[in-house]
């Protein structure tokens, strides 16, 4: 349950509103001149209650807008129940969102909003009643998928964005913004900028090879793909003494941490190190020749950078059409498994560079040209002086 924080007591004004404190580490170094302040989003209910009314009254002015938003998954919902009310029910349930986040603008007055959320149908609603007077960026932070098959099979649910609106969309890759203009997303400015998460982290990475394969682990590990991956990789390891790592998406901290380790344990522990997730995550795959993942975002994080990787899925087919562009079988037999991987491993980093130069800038999330952050500081530079 979330706690409730109202707001009462004026504070100075500050130039940009960080709509989510967690990524307050990633994002506040493109800020450069400009202040800020960030606010918990995910854990705290904001209310200004001085400035609900105002909030109602632009919400019923520009009202008609909201209706270009998403309304979300349909997790944890009744599916008997007819669809026309339960999207009137959800509407109803975002505006009354919106309206109370409204007031939260309304206090801070900033020149700019920031959020590194880009799956939240509140911040829509917000974003579409109030993207004429303030600024609102959304930066992409993960892998999205807009085919509606996935909304109704286990563990892929949450991976469906359906179409919606976002004023100005901060995307990983050119690769991105294709696909949300080819769902029907509304979006008036389409802005490459990349992965911040790794380039905030790319002073660790190792320059030296530890490992020899790194498995990028997922948050959820009772997918088919995760499965028939252990199946693989503990075949192909038969009588080879290759040095295997597993990059954890958790660290100790987190309160589902044990369980979570055991699963993966479970599956890759006879075989790999089992490493939790820190800020070095991306230098642990840098050290490793070849990086094997399903659906994380951090495969192409460092194939951007010209690692070599391996992208496994053995679930539904909308979710290779990030890595269709490798022109490999990602659904492979066990002897295709040990072919392509005998051969990224045996393949010069040279050699990999020259076959796949030609897609790094359009499926890669991390521009070589100029790092994310700068790209980033660019785009708030500009949307601050256009206002």
């Known amino acids: 349950m979330k706690l ?3 707001l009462i007591f ?22 450069g001149q400009y202040s800020f302040i960030s606010i918990d989003t995910r854990h705290i209910i904001n209310i200004a209650p001085f400035y609900l009314l105002k909030s109602l009254k632009i919400f019923l002015k520009n009202y008609k807008n909201i209706y270009s938003c998403s309304l979300g998954s349909t997790r944890g919902v009744l599916y008997i129940m007819n669809p026309k009310i339960l999207n009137f029910l959800k509407r109803i349930k975002y505006s009354i969102e919106c309206i109370t986040g409204l007031s939260v603008i309304l206090y801070y007055n900033p020149r700019l909003i920031i959020s590194n959320t880009d799956n939240s149908v509140c911040l829509e609603f917000i974003d579409a009643i109030i993207s004429d007077s303030i600024p609102l960026i959304t930066i992409q932070n993960g892998n999205r998928w807009h085919s509606e098959s996935l909304k109704n099979i286990k563990y892929m ?14 995307a990983l890759s050119r ?15 389409y802005e490459v900028v990349g992965s911040l998460n790794t380039d905030t982290n790319l002073k660790t990475v190792c320059k030296e090879k530890v490992f020899d394969i790194c498995i990028v682990a997922e948050s959820i590990n009772k997918r088919k793909s995760t499965l028939e991956l252990s199946r693989l990789l503990r075949s192909f390891l038969k ?4 040095k295997v790592c597993v990059a954890l998406k958790r660290s100790p901290s987190n309160k589902d941490f044990a369980e979570y380790y055991q699963e ?15 800020s070095s995550n991306v230098g642990l795959m840098f050290s490793s020749e070849v990086v094997i993942g399903i659906i994380s975002t951090s495969l192409r994080d460092v194939f951007s950078l010209g690692k070599k990787i391996y992208p496994i899925n053995f679930g ?13 079988n990602l659904k492979p037999s066990q002897e295709e498994f040990n072919n392509q991987l005998e051969e990224l491993l045996k393949m010069s980093n040279k050699s990999y560079f020259s076959k796949y130069e030609h897609i790094f800038k359009y499926l890669g999330s991390f521009p070589q040209d100029v790092r994310p952050t700068e790209r980033l500081s660019t785009l708030i530079e500009r949307k601050i002086k256009n206002f």
């Open 316 to 328: 539904p087919l909308e979710l290779n059409s990030y890595m269709n562009f490798l022109n490999i």
């Open 175 to 189: 690769c991105d913004i294709d696909m949300y203009r080819n769902s029907g997303w509304e979006c008036e400015d």
């Open 157 to 170: 649910e949450h991976l469906f964005r359906p179409k919606g609106y976002h004023s100005c969309f901060a």
């Open 264 to 278: 993966l344990n479970y599956l890759f522990g006879d075989f790999a190190f089992l490493i939790p997730n820190n």
């Open 239 to 242: 009588n080879k003494s290759l």
């Open 10 to 31: 004026k504070k100075h004004k500050k130039d940009i509103l960080l709509w989510d404190s967690i990524s307050e580490k990633i994002i506040n170094n493109a800020f």
């Open 4 to 6: 409730i924080s109202f």
